[in-house]
């Protein structure tokens, strides 16, 4: 009879660094949200716009990192969405840097795809996960 251990996965402590930063962004993202709504002035939504940044860079740096550890092979259309996301962060970075407030527009907008396209793919990638390597896969990692 199979236990409940071998049925689900452990998570690794790469997985759930990579969680709790995926509930800081969460929650930093809706301090933007709430700052730009209730209108809490420039500064303030800049200041929120700035930190959401910071936490999806770190975010990204340690999802690399981890793709990377695990060996985890990431599909192509996924790598490219990554690049495509981590471009415009560049971007607005550079826009938060000279203070426009549009910046913090965009990266609200950016983090809001992103959260859902996210989601959805670390779901299908923790499903894949649990599956167990077939010999062909076995043999081609060694």
């Not at 716009?49 to 999806?56: D, E, I």
């Not at 965009?106 to 793919?121: D, P």
Request: hydrophobic fraction near 35%; proline fraction near 4%.
């Amino acid at each position: 009879m199979p236990s409940r251990k071998s049925k689900y996965p452990i998570p690794t402590a790469g997985q759930e660094i990579l969680e709790k930063e995926h509930a800081d962004i969460l929650r930093q993202y809706i301090e933007l949200d709430d700052a730009i709504l209730h209108g809490q002035g420039s500064p303030r939504i800049l200041e929120a716009a700035r930190t959401l940044l910071q936490y999806m860079l770190l975010y990204f740096a340690h999802e690399e990192q981890f793709q990377r550890r695990s060996s985890l092979a990431s599909r192509g259309e996924q790598r490219t969405q990554w690049k495509r996301n981590l471009t415009e962060l560049l971007q607005i970075e550079a826009a938060l840097k000279q203070e426009e407030v549009y910046a913090s527009l965009r990266m609200r907008s950016l983090c809001k795809s992103w959260m859902h396209q996210h989601t959805t793919a670390s779901e299908v990638s923790q499903a894949m996960a649990a599956v167990p390597p077939s010999r062909e896969q076995e043999r081609a990692l060694a």
